[in-house]
């Protein structure tokens, strides 16, 4: 047996591949391990931790032999902490709840396949090389964060890095920035942290061995790609025993061919997994049962081999697993104390009540699917949801619609027989009213971006500040919308989503144009932020991603102080991207902001219109070759009448039009207008309060009425 243990201070990606299902079933590709091996600083403290990890381990190893085959059963803390941007990859609960049906049977030796495990491994055989193991270990969702904070043992954090990077700290990082329950560290001493993210290079999963990092950070986590969690959902029966591999390897086993992600080479014969009953094998990446080339039959059905076919873990890997719970590295995570640290203990009842739905809009008559994600032991369920049809529901996860664009509360009541909860989320539902095109947003009507009408403007990192309305500076007029991200130095992420647009009655000839305007400059060189542009032809349940500026593209130019831009300094992007898939009922756009330290954004001039890239805004109802000048809607706020003023270049009929923010029209009439300045009034005092849009002779603003 050799000690190669130097070899894996990297991460251990981690795949359960074969050519076939490579081909059959979309799986992915092996890992480039040795690359992100080699990217990790060395560390002598890694190295020396590691190796008093690796002396312990063996001395407790030759002792558990010694024990009666039925031993005490180690009970491990759980937290899935799930990073999405809001799409498929933001797996529900109960596909995480099938991912620990089948670690806990995998580990207690619960699978009926094992009784169907090749000759030579298998019990009946007079003298098998190895028998399928019960590792008496067994995993259970915590439910108390590191502060104390009763939960579900899930945690969920929106933000683009589960696609936008495949490094796992930078993805960590965000977890304990972002999180929705606890933000902060939660130790590998008191928990399993599975982060599930979409990118993980090429990989479906990869951990670290223990002692590669001090048990009091979680650096040592499992991360795992959310289509090889559980059976369900996302999920699949042929990707579901990835995570079994996976906490193998946080248990300090090595693939059976040894230290390495390269099965199939002939020097692996000279190779080991530090396992005496595992035989000495090349390792395979298919079901190939009679794979001897090292000598002995392999065991190809093992979890740590590539195969398809995995069912069982041996005495020997047991011996190991165990021990390694036993080092002072880890020896706190199965003690009674700490199972009460995280509530796996079993004396806790009802403590909080929480929902959720999948997103942050949607449109009329589209059905809302509740969650009820409270902890723990809830027997009833009073839901209330205003504006929404039905109004009421009992049932733990209901469906409603609305009838009526706005944003409405949702309160929930959860009860165990003993202790009832109740909770509120005020303006939870946000229901999409459709715009009519030319859109245009220049933000002069408003003092606060959360009242921008029919607007969604989204910080999806908590405690973070999110965009504001500024009169410091414009592309035009007075005001546009800024992040200050100068005085934000963490990792955050907001959003301006936009309404709701009709755009089936296009032809899929036409083009779409979406067009803005920004300003911004680095805080240092080596800032790195991005501005990216999504599309949704399905009311935002799927984004697609249309546009993306980072780096030097957004500005290569470096301010020290808090960037206030002047007009001169705003650019115009214009994004083409919309093609004819998009051509829908229910399309909508966002931009979003991923800031790390860098300085301040603003945006402004937000447009989307019929025709190809003008640098001119497009906000009437016409053509832009119109050619009334400037033109005044006054006052503005107004109570009874509004006073409608313009100059004419030439006498011409003149259309007034007045709509809701909805599109519906209000007031409209036609007039033969002489050249030069002209004025229309009109009452307004029948009109309910709120914003209007006033289309002028191919030109709007917006009206404000109280």
């Known amino acids: 047996m050799k000690n190669l243990f130097t070899i894996v201070l990297g991460v251990l990606f981690s795949l359960l591949i074969s050519s076939k299902s490579y081909s059959q079933e979309g799986l992915l590709n092996l890992c480039n391990q040795h690359i992100v091996q080699a990217g990790l600083p060395y560390s002598v403290e890694r190295e020396q931790r590691m190796q008093s990890f690796d002396i312990e381990q063996k001395a407790i190893q030759e002792q558990l032999k010694q024990q009666p085959p039925t031993r005490q059963v180690y009970k491990i803390p759980v937290v899935f902490h799930i990073v999405h941007y809001n799409g498929d990859e933001n797996i529900s609960n109960e596909q995480i709840y099938d991912a620990m049906k089948v670690l806990n049977r995998d580990f207690r030796k619960l699978n009926a396949d ?24 067994e995993f259970v969702l915590a439910t108390k964060a590191p502060d104390g904070t009763c939960f579900n043992g899930i945690t969920r954090t929106v933000s683009p890095t589960t696609f936008s990077t495949k490094d796992g700290f930078v993805q960590l990082q965000a977890v304990m920035n972002g999180n929705d329950v606890f933000r902060g560290m939660w130790p590998a001493k008191n928990y399993m942290n599975i982060i599930v993210v979409l990118n993980l290079g090429s990989a479906a999963g990869y951990t670290f061995l223990p002692a590669s990092f001090n048990s009091d950070n979680m650096y040592g986590s499992i991360w795992l790609n959310p289509t090889y969690v559980g059976r369900i959902g996302t999920g699949s029966e042929v990707r579901s025993r990835t995570l079994t591999h996976e906490v193998g390897h946080w248990l300090n086993l090595y693939h059976t061919w ?46 740590m081999d590539y195969s398809y076919c995995s069912k069982m873990f041996t005495e020997g890997q047991k011996d190991r697993m165990r021990a390694s719970l036993l080092t002072l590295q880890r020896k706190f995570l199965c003690t009674p104390d700490n199972q009460v640290l995280t509530g796996i203990d079993g004396s806790q009842g009802l403590c909080a009540v929480e929902f959720s739905a999948p997103k942050e809009s949607y449109c009329v008559g589209e059905q809302v699917t509740f969650d009820d994600y409270s902890t723990q032991g809830q027997t009833s369920w009073n839901w209330e949801f205003e504006g929404g049809t039905p109004a009421t529901s009992s049932a733990q996860h209901p469906s409603v619609t609305y009838a009526i664009p706005g944003k409405y509360k949702v309160k929930l009541t959860v009860g165990d027989g003993i202790t009832t909860l109740s909770k509120t989320k005020e303006a939870y539902v946000h229901i999409n009213a459709v715009a009519t095109l030319p859109y245009f947003e220049g933000f002069e009507y408003y003092t606060d971006a959360q009242e921008i009408e029919n607007v969604v403007i989204r910080n999806i990192t908590p405690e973070v500040p999110t965009f504001e309305i500024v009169n410091s500076a414009a592309a035009t007029d007075a005001k546009s919308l800024c992040y200050f991200n100068y005085y934000t130095p963490d990792q955050a992420t907001n959003e301006f989503i936009s309404p709701m647009f009709d755009l089936s009655s296009m032809a899929s000839s036409e083009k779409m144009t979406l067009s803005f305007k920004f300003a911004y400059r680095k805080k240092k060189s080596d800032n790195n932020e991005k501005l990216t542009i999504y599309a949704s032809k399905d009311c935002g349940t799927i984004w697609q991603k249309r546009n993306e500026l980072s780096g030097s593209l957004l500005s290569s130019l470096v301010v020290t102080n808090s960037f206030v831009p002047v007009a001169e300094n705003f650019k115009t992007v214009h994004v083409t991207g919309i093609s004819s898939a998009f051509f829908t009922s229910n399309f909508q756009f966002k931009i979003a902001f991923q800031s790390n330290g860098g300085n301040n954004l603003y945006l402004d001039d937000i447009n989307l219109y019929k025709g190809t890239p003008s640098d001119v805004n497009i906000v009437g109802i016409s053509s832009i070759d119109d050619q009334m000048s400037n033109w005044n809607v006054s006052p503005n706020p107004t109570t009874s009448s509004v006073f409608i003023a313009f100059s004419k270049m030439q006498s011409e009929e003149t259309h007034l039009r007045i709509t809701d923010v909805t599109g519906k029209i209000v007031f409209e009439n036609t007039y033969q207008t002489p050249q030069g300045e002209n004025e229309i009034i009109v009452d307004v005092t029948d009109f309910s309060s709120g914003i209007y849009i006033v289309y002028l002779g191919g030109k709007s603003k917006k009206l404000v009425i109280e």
């Open 114 to 137: 094992t009784a169907n495990v090749d000759f030579e491994f298998n019990p009946t055989n007079p003298n098998p090389a190895a028998i399928p193991a019960d590792i008496e270990i």
């Open 258 to 303: 040894g230290p390495t992600n390269n099965p199939g080479l002939a020097t692996n014969c000279d190779e080991d997994d530090d396992v005496l009953d595992t035989p000495n094998t090349v390792g395979v990446t298919s079901c190939k049962y009679n794979e001897n080339t090292c000598g002995p039959k392999a065991n190809v059905e093992n979890y």
